[in-house]
């Protein structure tokens, strides 16, 4: 997993230059809901209709690019994963929804907070976002006016700073060793960096030359340095880097190899229609361990909230929602 929170981090780009809304709201004429009327609540916190309907205006934005790109009829009534991709379009907006209540959540209880500095920045950010040409009139679609952008804004900020307190040795919110062994260990992530001699047409010599490098790794003093040096001058350029069980990073069999070595120990030589290879596995740099343990633990905890809906979000219908929305752009299109 990397990134699992990514989406925070895409709404800082979306959000920080959006065009004013206009009284009563395209999403709430789009949905017949007062758009400060709280919707839903996570763990306590409430939610106006007006962060939900973003987020589920902005999935079925993706959701009909994704269907237009592809050629394909856009059908809400289709079904998908046990629903109809209407349902789905609902859910992810949902989980969107429910994942920036808990980042607040979550600062409030850690004490992350921004300062007048920062809140000023973001502000000028924004005026500088809002000047650049397009951007004004597509996030205007999305029912966002300069208070609401910057509060958007501001979780992708709460979230950052939640990220670098969890890196903290010191503070509440940082893991144990044994947390990010066992996270480490259970998402089957290895470090590893490869020396890689690419085949070609001369195998023969490739095979050589892999049994060359091999052997000066059996005579080394300091074996991590030796394999340093030989990897960056083989053909994988890639350097050390961390892999996911079938991330595709690696082929299936030098991937099974790599997981059966300790940290430091050096595999032999393994023979593939890429070429040879010579594989050393490395310590997790501690800095990417946690910000990945970080995130699991946010989707986690996004995933057992307490959320409570209204009835309002019971009869909202996403097809009718996006329907109207886009009779909506349309007639603004026209003016």
Known sequence: MK???TVLLLCLCLTAC???AEPGGILGQASGLDEDEVLLTVDGREVPSWRY???LAYTCDRVAARYRDAGAVLDWKAPLDGGTLADYAKDQALADTVLYATVENWAERYGCRLSDQERQAAGENWERRAAEQGYLEKLADLGLDRERALALEEVGALYAKLCTLADQPDSALAPGKEALDTFAAADGRIKVDRILIA???ERDAAREQAAEAFAKLNGAEDQGAVFGALAKAGDDKAGPRTI???DGQLSRELEE????LAVGQCSGILESDEGFSILRRLAPETAEVVED???SCLQEAAAGAQTALTEAYDRLDAAAFYEALEALRAEKTKE
Do not use: C, I, R, S
């Open 244 to 246: 996911l069980p079938g």
């Open 3 to 5: 990134k699992t929170v």
């Open 257 to 260: 190899a790599a997981q059966t």
């Open 18 to 20: 959006a065009a004013p």
């Open 293 to 295: 343990y970080f995130d």
């Open 53 to 55: 309907l973003y987020w």
């Open 199 to 201: 085949a070609g047409e």
